[in-house]
């Protein structure tokens, strides 16, 4: 069985950075990829980035180009979101997901429903 494990959130102000991590443990943990996806209260779960393992290829949600940046450490099983300039709006709980499917299209990756495990969550809180 394997388990993601969110750390990293926390409060800052706005303007301000946080990195967070998500751990993975389990036997055999060979995703295809991992993403990060947030959701703020009384709104849908939004894709934020994702990142392949074959090539590190990514993508970003729009509003957070430039701003942050998903990373992966295959031989520690993490997988890393750098969030700079953060900014009130990206208030929310975040949440890190790992996938199974393998699919040539990084895009494909930005649908939740493409994800199998997810972690419990994170809470980021940006004042303003």
């Known amino acids: 069985q394997v388990q993601l494990v969110e750390s990293g959130g926390g409060l800052v102000q706005a303007g301000g950075s946080l990195r967070l991590s998500c751990a993975a443990s389990g036997r055999t943990f060979s995703p295809a990829a991992m993403g990060w996806f947030r959701q703020a209260p009384g709104q849908e779960r939004e894709f934020v980035a994702a990142?392949?393992?074959?090539?590190?290829?990514?993508v970003y949600a729009d509003s957070v180009k430039g701003r942050f940046t998903i990373s992966r450490d295959n031989a520690k099983n993490m997988v890393n979101l750098q969030m700079n300039s953060l900014k009130p709006e990206d208030t929310a709980v975040y949440y890190c997901?790992?996938?199974?499917?393998?699919?040539?299209?990084?895009?494909?990756?930005?649908?939740?429903?493409?994800?199998?495990?997810w972690g419990q969550g994170t809470q980021v809180t940006v004042s303003s």
């Open positions: 997901a790992a996938s199974k499917i393998y699919s040539n299209n990084i895009y494909n990756y930005q649908s939740h429903r493409g994800y199998d495990t």
């Open positions: 990142i392949r393992k074959v090539g590190d290829s990514t």
